[in-house]
């Protein structure tokens, strides 16, 4: 189901953090879901303790998606303590600075991905990154998702995901909170910007042009094109 062999970045541009560490096995771990979808009771021992080695380590875990155009989505566990969290980063190597996509922290940010630009993610195949598995890489970049208009297949999809990789006992039932709920942000509007590009309204989204925050234009179209299904 990984690909390997990978080595995690030496450092991602205009990311502070690290030493980063490659850990496609956790993957494979139901337990690694149950922490990463926020699915499990963090009290109980073993997911506890995955939870303080993934986010109190001396190593940031750093997993890897591939997108067209040479592009790379990195999911970071951020290590830092009383910081402690996840980031969603987007990355070329031409760029000076990789860009936050999204945030699953206390100070969330989000969401950074439409539904389709997810399952283009989950399904292009292209090798080099921490899995090539559809499921697997739908589940792992499903907390930085946030749509208002996902399709009626959606709930299939995320279905089989959650059946595949997760012990849950009611897999549909989740599916329908997740697709209902869709973290911290909730649903979001996404909408085609003058230049052709996907953009959202997502007060909490630097992909939304209006925010304050948001990323520069040339780079909401860039990393669009490299989501683009």
């Known amino acids: 189901m990984t690909s390997s062999p990978q080595t995690p970045p030496a450092r991602i541009p205009g990311y502070d953090g690290g030493p980063f560490r490659h850990q496609p096995e956790l993957l494979d771990d139901h337990l690694f879901w149950l922490v990463h979808l926020h699915l499990g009771d963090t009290r109980d021992l073993e997911a506890g303790a995955l939870l303080s080695q993934l986010l109190g380590g001396d190593t940031w875990p750093v997993f890897t998606v591939p997108l067209a ?20 980063l987007v990355h070329h190597p031409d760029w000076n600075a990789a860009e936050t996509l999204a945030q699953d922290d206390g100070h969330f940010m989000g969401p950074g991905l439409s539904w389709a630009e997810l399952t283009a993610a989950a399904d292009n195949g292209l090798p080099g990154g921490s899995t090539t598995d559809p499921h697997a890489r739908l589940l792992l970049l499903l907390p930085a998702f946030g749509d208002d208009a996902v399709p009626d297949e959606a709930f299939e999809r995320l279905t089989a995901a ?15 909170a997740r697709l209902a709920h869709q973290g911290e942000w909730g649903p979001t509007h996404w909408t085609t910007a003058e230049g052709g590009y996907l953009i959202n309204d997502g007060g909490y989204s630097f992909r939304n042009p ?8 040339a780079r909401l179209a860039e990393v669009a094109t490299a989501l683009t299904p």
């Open 69 to 88: 155009g040479d592009h790379r989505l990195h999911v970071v566990y951020r290590a830092l303590e009383g910081e402690a969290g996840i980031d969603y």
């Open 162 to 176: 959650l059946r595949a990789r997760t012990r849950v006992e009611a897999p549909e039932r989740l599916a329908v």
């Open 210 to 217: 209006a925010n304050r925050f948001a990323w520069p234009t």
